[in-house]
């Protein structure tokens, strides 16, 4: 099993920045591809940002293209989402989600069924 624990979340101004941490704790020796997605209100969860079990690729929902980063240094540590430039519509719960397929291809990586392992979730509101 693996459990997920994000924090970063809160309340900023648009144009401001915020950077969210996903945690894992478990067996985490294991080669775990990690997305991050979100879920507004009355919305569907949607993807955001994916990262490869490696870190050697990196996928973006269009909406977040060019401001949101998803980074990682090694497998054992925290994955990051650096939001730059944040707008009123980035608000929502955001959710850290891992998966144990290591195979999974750029489309299929966008997908919350392709995902193990959820966090609870780390609010980000976005005033303007």
């Known amino acids: 099993q693996v459990q997920l624990v994000e924090s970063g979340g809160g309340l900023v101004q648009a144009g401001g920045s915020l950077r969210l941490s996903c945690a894992a704790s478990?067996?985490?020796?294991?080669?775990?591809?990690m997305g991050w997605f979100r879920q507004a209100p009355e919305k569907g969860r949607e993807f955001v940002a994916a990262i490869t079990w490696s870190g050697s690729s990196t996928y973006y929902a269009d909406s977040v293209k060019g401001r949101f980063t998803i980074s990682r240094d090694n497998i054992r540590t925290p994955v990051y989402l650096q939001m730059n430039s944040l707008k009123p519509e980035d608000t929502a719960v955001y959710y850290c989600?891992?998966?144990?397929?290591?195979?999974?291809?750029?489309?299929?990586?966008?997908?919350?069924?392709?995902?193990?392992?959820w966090g609870q979730g780390t609010q980000v509101t976005v005033s303007s």
């Open positions: 478990g067996r985490t020796f294991r080669r775990l591809g």
């Open positions: 989600a891992a998966t144990s397929d290591a195979g999974l291809g750029p489309n299929t990586i966008r997908h919350e069924n392709a995902y193990d392992y």
